[in-house]
């Protein structure tokens, strides 16, 4: 503040021995004579300047500039949507391709599934026919096991008594006959 | 007499002379760069906005370029109050800026070298904001001679400083601009003596120091024109945002 201070007070008095020395021809600056002059020039030069300027040109500029803003603005925000909108469809895309594989997989896996029902199904029902043929034959054959021996009696008392028949001539009493055979059975037994 | 350095600040009669009663309004060498500096800024913005296309020529980008510049500027600095003045801003500091530029042409008049002219601007300038800060705060525009956080015992001193400072602020602003300019030209008029009176033998190295300085003074044209802008928005953003 100090140091401006004393600055201008030096200017002031550069200037003024200045105008006391441009009596003698130092300085034209300080020579008044085309002083008006100047002063006349100077507001009409800036002064018609300055109106065209902020009229007409200044306005022009701001315009411009705001317009290409406003451009911009409007490019980077047309981009930003598309770029929003293709992010969409990418994601969209995505989407589907898991959907479908998604799908793709449900089916294989239920068509799997299917056949290896049908496939158990299958040999649970043979199994079971299997089975109740084993049964059935087993039933059989411990039937046939169980029936033998009267089989065996009754074939041994019809022989017994026709040979006795042949070789005597007598008729016996089959039961007679039977309890004899079970006699001789229960002994070979 | 034109190997006074002097000598090329002169201003004189083109064309006939002009009286309006006492007054002698003629025009001069100094009016002719004062219209052809803005000639050249209303033709070249013109151009630059004429034509609005997404990717801007060459001189639609210098246009925009400098729009921009003053308006980051002028926000920076003043804040968003001062956005009705962002044109005579722009104005002002191109006006300035070619003045200086079409200055370093050789043989060329510079009009910002002359005090009258800047102090003409300095003191409108200087006008102009104090009638906003008026207009803005009424007499509360006066506590910006009245700094907050000074101890009572500084204040009548600290006062009188902040009038003297705020009264000599068309002084500072235009003879920085007419000094500047003013001195460079010279020293640029005394290298250019010096390379013609040492000759092909010696004047080498005074031609070095031209070339130098006329860098030099190209870097300092733009950064009186900026300087010059940047204080009227400093001025303005005391006259629109009193913070003291």
């Not at chain 2, 370029?65 to 980051?72: H, P």
Request: aromatic letters at 12%; charged letters at 20%.
């Amino acid at each position: 503040m100090f140091l401006r201070f004393s600055r201008i007070l030096l200017i002031y008095f550069l200037f003024f021995s200045y105008v006391e020395s441009a009596e003698s021809g130092g300085m034209p600056q300080l020579n008044p004579e085309f002083w008006f002059s100047q002063i006349f020039w100077l507001i009409i030069t800036f002064g018609i300047m300055f109106i065209l300027l902020s009229k007409l040109v200044l306005p022009k500029i701001s315009e411009n500039l705001e317009v290409r803003k406003a451009q911009i603005t409007e490019n980077i925000e047309a981009a930003e949507k598309q770029r929003e909108e293709s992010d969409k469809k990418l994601k969209e895309y995505d989407q589907l391709i898991t959907n479908s594989k998604n799908e793709a997989k449900n089916y294989f896996n239920k068509a799997r599934e299917k056949i290896l029902k049908d496939v158990d199904k299958k040999r649970e029902n043979l199994e079971k026919e299997i089975n109740e043929e084993i049964n059935k034959a087993e039933k059989e054959i411990l039937d046939l096991k169980n029936k033998s021996p009267e089989k065996i009696r009754k074939i041994a008392v019809e022989t017994s008594s026709d040979l006795i028949k042949r070789l005597i001539g007598v008729d016996v009493n089959n039961s007679s006959i039977s309890a004899i055979v079970e006699d001789v059975s229960r002994k070979t037994n | 007499m034109a190997s006074n350095p002097m000598y090329q600040f002169n201003v004189y009669r083109i064309g006939p002379e002009i009286k309006i009663g006492e007054v002698d309004l003629s025009f001069t060498n100094a009016s002719l760069f004062m219209v052809i500096s803005s000639l050249a800024v209303l033709i070249i913005f013109n151009l630059g906005s004429k034509k609005n296309s997404l990717i801007p020529n060459k001189i639609q980008l210098l246009a925009e370029l400098s729009y921009t510049f003053v308006s980051k500027m002028i926000s920076d600095t003043a804040g968003s109050k001062a956005k009705p003045y962002f044109s005579f801003i722009f104005s002002l500091f191109m006006f300035v800026l070619f003045c200086n530029m079409f200055g370093m042409i050789p043989y060329a008049f510079t009009v910002t070298s002359h005090i009258i002219v800047t102090f003409v601007l300095a003191a409108f300038i200087f006008f102009g904001v104090t009638i906003i800060g008026f207009i803005k705060h009424g007499f509360g525009y006066l506590k910006l001679f009245v700094p907050s956080g000074v101890p009572v015992v500084l204040l009548p001193l600290i006062v009188v400083i902040e009038v003297i400072s705020y009264l000599s602020r068309p002084v500072s602003l235009s003879v920085r601009l007419f000094a500047n300019m003013m001195a460079g030209h010279t020293m640029m008029k005394v290298f250019g003596g010096f390379v013609i009176s040492l000759g092909i033998v010696g004047g080498w190295l005074p031609l070095g120091f031209s070339v130098a300085l006329t860098g030099l003074e190209i870097l300092v044209a733009f950064l009186q024109a900026y300087v010059f802008a940047i204080l009227t928005c400093i001025y303005l953003n005391d006259a629109l945002n009193l913070h003291h």
